[in-house]
């Protein structure tokens, strides 16, 4: 919930950015006042929003260089102050609120990314974007996984499009340079998820796509047209199409661009497209035909769908305001979403060696936190191997080895914390 509003007020200061007709003092005075409530609603966004908003000034200034543009564009909202202004409120706040955790948390973060970039770089047993990609899954769970890839190929075609204007597409739809910037730095930040080790994960990949798609979406739609017209033009220029008897199939799209009635149909078929993948990705099609999957929304309880009660946030308010500042806390998959927003970076995943039959190492002096949702006994947790890791339901007495002889801290007749 504190992300969701978070991110009211990231979509606010990107209008504001790109909003030219508002006075300039009213503006200004508004993004600084949505870079503070940004700041103070989320651990994990402002920092990332702070990246982003440095790569998007440092991208302004060098088309400004390359235009050749000494004096300030008047649409060159993004300036020197603001992002000064915005690291300052974010140093404050992290440095002075809650004993530096978080600030230390994120340094800790830097830090382990440092030391494995060198050690594990593509590597998917510290890329959580790779594993994600690797892992093996049901039929429509995979169908799902490559819807997902599919729209992020078109979203890549349609910022493409956009930076060598494919199919005079620039003209064809009107986007401001600032938004484009913010575009280019969103999708960095999506490849960074899948080159750079422990980089998705502090944050976890599912939320960082979430959060990159605010902005990348519209390319989406775009990278769709650009490849329906590449496909007409295709097959008007090679005759091959005709000699296979192909020709008859791939026309079709012809009709979709030849005029601008005909052009909705093209929306039409992105419309078709975005249902199945929502189907898909709500579980609602794995529901039907019974194949289990991690679901988005609670259409059933044998899922174990991410659905928490008071005991969940009782005792994770107890372990947020007793437990040790730089101790790890794991958890099952739902619980390690759950507990980020009350500790942050600290959450981290209980991981199952498949070849081993036993849990991965802990780190030393960590908790360990178990929810009172659980499936007949059994926990849903990352479960590796030397073919890769998915994710999987394991009898929940599998930790009792780790659990042996370690100290029951907290127990509220449901949750229960070592």
Not at 39 to 65: E, R
Not at 67 to 74: P, T, V
Not at 287 to 295: D, F, H, L, T, W
Request: glycine residues 4%.
């Amino acid at each position: 919930m504190r992300q969701l509003i978070a991110e009211v007020f990231l979509v606010a200061i990107i209008l504001l950015f790109l909003d030219t007709k508002m006075d300039k003092k009213s503006r200004s005075i508004l993004i600084i006042i949505f870079l503070l409530s940004l700041t103070m609603s989320h651990y994990g966004l402002a920092p990332i929003f702070l990246t982003v908003l440095i790569g998007v000034y440092l991208l302004q200034y060098v088309f400004n260089l390359y235009k050749r543009n000494k004096i300030k564009s008047k649409l060159d909202t993004i300036n020197l102050t603001i992002v000064l202004i915005f690291l300052t409120i974010a140093l404050i706040w992290y440095i002075y609120n809650n004993n530096s955790s978080v600030f230390i948390s994120i340094l800790g973060i830097f830090e382990r990314i440092y030391n494995s970039i060198l050690t594990s770089f593509l590597s998917s047993n510290s890329t959580q974007a790779l594993t994600i990609i690797g892992m093996k899954i049901t039929f429509f769970n995979s169908i799902t996984k490559y819807l997902y890839l599919i729209t992020q190929f078109l979203i890549v075609i349609g910022i493409m499009g956009f930076l060598f204007n494919i199919g005079n597409i620039n003209k064809r739809f009107k986007m401001k340079k600032e938004y484009l910037f913010f575009a280019i730095i969103f999708l960095g930040i999506c490849i960074l998820s899948i080159l750079v080790p422990n980089f998705s994960s502090q944050l976890d990949t599912v939320r960082m796509f979430h959060i990159t798609i605010i902005i990348l979406s519209p390319f989406f739609v775009i990278g769709f047209i650009i490849i329906i017209e590449r496909i007409n033009i295709l097959i008007k220029s090679d005759r091959s199409f005709q000699i296979f008897n192909i020709s008859s199939i791939l026309e079709r799209f012809n009709i979709l661009i030849k005029s601008k009635r005909n052009f909705n149909k093209t929306f039409n078929i992105i419309s078709i497209f975005l249902i199945a993948f929502f189907c898909l990705n709500t579980g609602l099609v794995q529901e039907i035909v019974k194949e289990p999957y991690k679901p988005t929304m609670a259409l059933s309880t044998n899922t174990m769908p991410p659905l928490f009660n008071e005991k969940d946030i009782s005792s994770a308010e107890w372990l947020n305001k007793y437990k040790y500042n730089e101790s790890d806390i794991y958890s099952d998959i739902n619980g390690f979403v759950f507990l980020g927003g009350f500790v942050g970076p600290k959450s981290l995943l209980l991981s199952y060696s498949l070849d081993t039959n036993t849990f991965n190492d802990l780190s030393i002096n960590s908790y360990i936190f178990l929810r009172s949702s659980t499936n007949n006994g059994t926990i849903n947790v990352v479960q590796d191997s030397v073919n890769g890791s998915r994710e999987g339901f394991i009898d929940q007495k599998l930790l009792n080895p780790i659990t042996k002889g370690k100290n029951r801290i907290y127990d509220n007749n449901g949750i229960i914390l070592f």
